[in-house]
């Protein structure tokens, strides 16, 4: 099967095209879908038999759970048995938006959706081709990141072609997404709402919401005995072909370590991928150096991160070195990314180094 690549226009998608998506997902087929935080692999959530064909086109493990994904605040009571009051604040103040919610499921959605838990995650994404095409097939559509199992989430439909132009129906093209990492989960089926992942909504917006809000320590520690909740967390996700490491410390100390490094490499013939910030790039010498984006626009930073990991895939380096972004705001979603894409590998870097 060969995926049929259609360009629409996001402010005002042709209704002709989300007709035909719509009809697809209710047939029990495929289609990818931008929305704003990376492109989506889309099939009925209702439909056992679309959710297991989500999972092969993946080459996904079968227990890590897909996001329900809805266009209308008003459908989420039919998909859960409980909203907690927290819960509906959350809907009422980031919906349409990054943030996906874990809540009790209801009877209606099927355990091929949820991998087998009693819970079920929705998000109401704010782009407007995702909305209409979910709203085209029925209301509720199960969407995991559209890349195949291991590799970096697509922020752009080149992407997911690449991964999955053999596996699915349809690949409806908007353009680039708009923030470039998955969305925010929190998970309410705990006493004291927890973040499973952290994204574009930080923990301190939510806690200015709702007050009390945990991350899940099996985020906070690297332990291998302490595993995150989400079950797609504890995967090595986003993984690059080649060794990456991310080299954390001062500015100078850092620049110097990854010159170092790249230029031993070049006399071994070979050659190193670097990824620097705007403003460090041009301290580069040696190996093959992609901006990541400005230090000053942590958004730059989000968006470009999949991107630049994936292109490292098709050149022929040894080892990857990545600067650390503690940016303030998307810092933590940043780093969280990047260091399960370089399996935690950091190398720390203190004063004495900068020598
Ligand atoms: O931004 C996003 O959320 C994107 C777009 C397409 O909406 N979707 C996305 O889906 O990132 P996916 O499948 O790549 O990631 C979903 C994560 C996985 O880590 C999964 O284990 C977790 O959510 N998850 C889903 N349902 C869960 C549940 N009931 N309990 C705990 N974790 C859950
Ligand atoms: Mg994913």
Redesign the pocket.
Known sequence: MKAEVVVVDKKNPDPEIIEKAGQILKKGGLVAFP?E?????GGNALDPMASMKIYAAKG?PSD????V?IAELDKLKVIVSEIPEKAGILAEKFWPG?L?M?LP?AEIVPRET??G?D???V?F?SDPVAQALIRAAGGFVA????NTSGRP?PTMAGHVEEDLGDAIDMILDGGQVGIG???T?I?F?EEVPVV??P?YISLDMLKETIGEVKMDRGLLITDSSVHP?????KYRHYAPKADLAVVEGPEEAVIRYINTAADEAEKKKKRVGIIASAETASRYGKGIVRSIGSREREEEIALHLYEVLRNFDSDEVSAIYSEAFYTPRMGQAIMNRLLKAAGHKIIHLSQEEEK
């Open positions: 929305t935080t990376v492109y989506g692999l996904r890590n759970p897909l996001i994904h990054p996906t874990i499921k949820t991998g838990l819970s079920v995650a998000r994404p969407a995991p990141s559209a989430s990492l998955e969305s989960i998970d089926t499973l992942r994204g909740k989400a079950p797609g967390m």
